[in-house]
């Protein structure tokens, strides 16, 4: 569960990111945030991830208050949750198994869970046939769903996709999002950042428009119905 009470950032340029923004994203929802750049998308990122401190107001991530955080045990709130980026991320020298196997064994996950988690995952993303390529075997699409398998791969409880779309074309974005979508379905809170509206419309679901640091929307909209889609 992700809550912001009264939260408001102003960079040290003087810059108002976000102004006193009240928002709850209760467990297992799916929402998509929208807005054009500079709205305030990447700001209530950093926020969730603790990457900056809000200026004023609460935050509450998956338990934890960010306000009261000691920065010891920012890597617990973390491992809460998977993050999947616009530019990917995967390390090169490694396979689509040791990327993914990569997120355990930094917490020192047991071996035999590793095995066992690991080609899990990866299957569920659909490339257990691709576990011993590298990522420059992959095409952009492959390499978003095995970045969609790193962040799965902890079991969070919360998964922060920013642009997951942004690097692939237009059929593999619905691909991925559908991914989320059925991600979320088996009761993961997804966070999804886009500036792809057809692709917001198409699925439909909560979505929460920021403008100039402030919700402009928050509501839910249907999706196209199967009947539409072909």
Do not use: W
């Amino acid at each position: 569960m992700i809550e912001f009470k009264d939260v408001s950032v102003k960079y040290a340029s003087g810059v108002g990111a976000l102004n006193k923004i009240n928002l709850t994203i209760n467990d297992g929802d799916f929402a998509f945030v929208v807005g054009s750049s500079g709205a305030g998308k990447s700001t209530m990122i950093k926020l969730v991830l603790k990457e900056i401190e809000a200026t004023s107001g609460t935050v509450i991530v998956n338990g934890f208050n960010l306000k009261k955080l000691k920065r010891r045990k920012i890597p617990t709130l973390r491992r809460t949750i998977g993050v999947v980026f616009q530019d990917f991320r995967l390390i090169p020298t490694m396979t689509v198994y040791e990327n993914v196997a990569f997120v355990l064994r930094v917490i020192d996950a047991p071996k035999k869970y590793i095995k066992s988690r690991v080609p899990y995952v990866i299957g569920l993303v659909g490339l257990s046939h691709k576990m011993k390529s590298y990522p420059n075997e992959l095409s952009g699409g492959e390499q978003q769903r095995v970045a969609l398998a790193r962040a799965l791969v902890n079991d969070p409880s919360l998964i922060i996709a920013d642009e997951p779309t942004g690097n692939v074309d237009p059929a593999l974005s619905y691909e991925i999002v559908g991914l989320l979508k059925g991600i979320n379905e088996c009761g993961t809170t997804i966070l999804m950042v886009t500036h792809e509206h057809d692709i917001v419309r198409h699925f439909g679901g909560r979505i929460i428009n920021l403008n100039a640091g402030n919700i402009v929307f928050d509501e839910v909209i249907g999706g196209v119905n199967e009947a539409e889609q072909h």
